[in-house]
């Protein structure tokens, strides 16, 4: 299956792009998916605990079952102000 996977901030200076294109075997979760994206991208690891998966525009956690076609968001820590 094909996920589209949007990055912000650090992540995606990390990964040098807006959005990625990956596939996935059928039933991966979305920790899965960040998984081999930190074996892709080793710096991510840094970033592992307080990343946010968002499936689709929800939050979601890193045993969600994804589906071909979904957006997976990644969100680094943020501050408000």
Do not use: C, H, K, Y
């Not at 299956?1 to 959005?19: K, N, Q, V, Y």
């Not at 998916?33 to 939050?59: D, H, I, M, Y």
């Not at 990644?74 to 102000?81: N, R």
């Amino acid at each position: 299956m094909r996920i589209r996977i949007s990055a912000f901030a650090r992540i995606r200076e990390i990964i040098g792009a807006p959005e990625l294109e990956r596939s996935a075997p059928a039933g991966a979760t979305a920790g899965e998916v960040w998984q081999r994206l930190t074996a892709e991208f080793p710096r991510l690891g840094e970033l592992a605990a307080s990343t946010r998966l968002v499936r689709n525009g929800s939050f979601v956690a890193g045993e969600s079952e994804l589906n071909d076609g979904d957006e997976l968001a990644l969100l680094p820590p943020f501050g408000g102000g």
